[in-house]
């Protein structure tokens, strides 16, 4: 089996490949052969655009962003699109929590909670991840980053984006 991806499209109750890859795949398989696959929806380009044009626009107009997941707040900075994701992606749990602890001396430690995001790029999600990541990003940016723009127009036009 290739290791590559192939993709295929549903015509009634059939899969078909969508491209040359796939069928020369397919004809190299011997007459009755039967192949296991996990299936994954693939992600649409259009809301991916989408959300980093939310991200870019609303990255212009805030300087930081609340990352806590408490009652004291702790503010990221700021400085472009990818900064404003990965806060989001910080506060929306998608990242791996890792538990650190610190001897200081006299049996004493202090534990350091990391949270390290995780990817979101087409390769590493899935479209059915795609589809509850998104909901909870938006649910960020509406709650932390567009209370902080008081322009009326761009608010507007942000909330717009985002919903």
Known sequence: MSASKLY????GNFLVSTDEKGLKFIRNMGDGE???????????????????????????????????????PAMM?????YDLHTAIKLV???????????????????THILRIPKPTDFEHMTADEWNEFRPRALDAIHERA????????????????AS
């Open 146 to 161: 567009l209370p902080q723009i008081e322009i009326p127009e761009v608010e507007q036009d942000l909330a717009q984006l």
């Open 92 to 110: 929306t749990g998608h990242c791996i929590t890792q538990k650190l602890e610190t001897s200081v001396g006299f049996g004493q430690k202090i």
């Open 34 to 72: 039967e192949i296991a696959f996990k299936p994954m929806r693939v992600r649409s380009l259009r809301a991916h655009k989408s959300y980093w044009l939310m991200i870019s626009r609303v990255a212009e107009h805030i300087s930081e962003f609340n990352i806590s997941l408490g009652k004291i």
């Open 77 to 81: 900075p700021i400085t472009c699109p």
């Open 8 to 11: 295929f499209a549903r015509a």
